[in-house]
């Protein structure tokens, strides 16, 4: 993997949100532009994002939120190319199940997989969608950089409780919304969006385009909470190890003013 694809998933920051074009809310189109997005340039431009990483500048290693996996079954929502799957196989998870909008993603994880000798159970399909996911019956649903291009947020919560046994345990990722809001200019921060601002926009990146919206994270945690989750651990500080691996860049200097990605556990109750 590209040591620097990492950060490349927090590109849809303030720079290019600055140049975005509002869009509807239409489910069946968003998820048209963003399958088709990670079927063709997904990986190319924004890289893969994937545990031991939950994003920039956070890692598993450091944070311990999945603890001893050995024997447990997991689900994962927007698998993408299988790579935090086969980390919980490296840790003798006992089953490896997974979600994705694109088929080729869904392709490449299998691929992938295999070339590690892991077998998973893939699905290509929405995650707001019911597409056949046993209920009650999975110890961790995680997500790395994937529920945020929901566009059914509660919804797919309320999904994600139903897949998990009582007390599992639910953990996912995403940038952060105040790094979505904030620019660097001239070494200092200068808002370039309002943080309130939920609405769906367009983003054109290489030839491709995707289709996102900035959520509060009052909203992440109220959507947790209507789905019957209580939240153990919220995380949003970046590791100044992995900061100082990258002390030059713009990213980094932001990473050290302001959350750039969020990671929550959360437990079924």
Not at 145 to 172: H, M, N, P, Q
Not at 186 to 212: H, Q, R, T
Request: aromatic share 12%; net charge negative.
């Amino acid at each position: 993997m590209d040591k620097n694809s990492v950060y490349r998933t927090n590109i849809i920051g303030a720079g290019e949100v600055s140049c975005a074009i509002s869009v509807d809310e239409d489910k069946n189109n968003i998820h048209k532009t963003n399958s088709s997005f990670w079927d063709t340039k997904g990986n190319e431009v924004i890289g893969t994002t994937a545990l031991p990483l939950y994003g920039a500048f956070v890692s598993e290693e450091k944070c311990h939120l999945f603890g001893d996996v050995s024997g447990k079954k997991m689900l994962e929502i927007g698998c993408g190319t299988g790579h935090s799957l086969q980390y919980h196989g490296d840790r003798k998870a006992s089953e490896l199940w997974g979600i994705d909008i694109s088929e080729k993603q869904i392709e490449k994880a299998k691929q992938y997989l295999s070339s590690w000798g892991f077998s998973a159970k893939l699905i290509c399909s929405p995650m707001e969608e019911d597409s056949g996911i046993p209920v009650d019956y999975f110890d961790y649903v995680y997500s790395i950089y994937g529920v945020g291009w929901a566009t059914d947020l509660e919804g797919t919560f309320c999904r994600i409780a139903s897949y998990l046994k009582k007390d599992g345990v639910f953990i996912f990722s995403w940038s952060h919304p105040i790094h979505k809001c904030v620019a660097v200019e001239n070494d200092s921060l200068s808002f370039k969006k309002c943080y309130f601002d939920e609405s769906w926009y367009s983003v054109s990146l290489d030839g491709g385009a995707i289709s996102l919206s900035d959520r509060k994270l009052s909203t992440y945690i109220n959507a947790l909470t209507k789905a019957g989750f209580a939240i153990d651990e919220m995380i949003e500080e970046s590791d100044d190890e992995i900061i100082q691996s990258n002390k030059d860049s713009d990213f980094a200097k932001k990473a050290k003013m302001l959350p750039v990605t969020f990671v929550i556990k959360a437990r079924k109750l």
